[in-house]
T-cell receptor
Framework: QQQVKQSPQSLIVQKGGISIINCAYENTAFDYFPWYQQFPGKGPALLIAIRPDVSEKKEGRFTISFNKSAKQFSLHIMDSQPGDSATYFCAAVTSNFGNEKLTFGTGTRLTIIP | DTGVSQDPRHKITKRGQNVTFRCDPISEHNRLYWYRQTLGQGPEFLTYFQNEAQLEKSRLLSDRFSAERPKGSFSTLEIQRTEQGDSAMYLC???????????FGSGTRLTVV
């Protein structure tokens, strides 16, 4: 059962362009929405996260937009750079007796071309 | 402390053999998680420890899988009678109680031949 749907599966963007990755969720118990960046051979690393009472959060070139009524959220990478080439995962968190369990999307392989 | 360490990084085993992986979390983190990631997919939750207590196990964790965290420090994940379907990256992550920031290790890539 895929509780967090992510698109696109892969994305190619020119250097300096905007990369946009979208996610949608079904479970209204989710209350925290992080994005992770993963390079080959490495574990995922937290990039940016948002709570559902906020519609937008910006950190440097990375922005999360959140639409609670539509149960959708997206990651925007401004001025995309070749070093941003990685796989990006959206995730959602529920709390169950202290278990802050992550449910991940299927990932987006981002390639930034010069 | 340089983060979450996992050992080995790679493991190739024959079907039917037992394997054990180790995870050393960030020392002050009392929560430890195991996730499994197959090619082209996001990580999937396997199990969770708070200190030495295993508090939740996913239905993905069949009877052939067992995890321990003696004394609330490092953790081990053992897979008995490995099957080809067990081939995956096994990720460990740790966090502090009340925190929602996980630190993942680089994973152990298991290949069952």
């Amino acid at each position: 059962q895929q509780q967090v749907k992510q698109s696109p599966q892969s994305l190619i963007v020119q250097k300096g362009g905007i990369s946009i990755i979208n996610c949608a969720y079904e479970n209204t118990a989710f209350d925290y929405f992080p994005w992770y960046q993963q390079f080959p051979g490495k574990g995922p690393a937290l990039l940016i996260a948002i709570r559902p009472d906020v519609s937008e959060k910006k950190e440097g070139r990375f922005t999360i937009s959140f639409n609670k009524s539509a149960k959708q959220f997206s990651l925007h990478i401004m001025d995309s750079q070749p070093g941003d080439s990685a796989t990006y995962f959206c995730a959602a968190v529920t709390s169950n007796f202290g278990n802050e369990k992550l449910t991940f999307g299927t990932g987006t392989r981002l390639t930034i071309i010069p | 402390d340089t983060g979450v360490s996992q050992d080995p990084r790679h493991k190739i085993t024959k079907r039917g053999q037992n394997v054990t992986f180790r995870c050393d979390p960030i020392s002050e983190h009392n929560r430890l998680y195991w996730y499994r990631q197959t090619l082209g997919q996001g990580p999937e939750f396997l199990t969770y420890f708070q200190n030495e207590a295993q508090l939740e196990k996913s239905r993905l964790l069949s009877d052939r899988f067992s995890a321990e965290r003696p004394k609330g420090s490092f953790s081990t994940l053992e897979i008995q009678r490995t099957e080809q379907g067990d081939s995956a990256m096994y990720l460990c992550a740790s966090s502090l109680s009340g925190g929602r920031s996980y630190t993942f290790g680089s994973g152990t890539r298991l290949t069952v031949v």
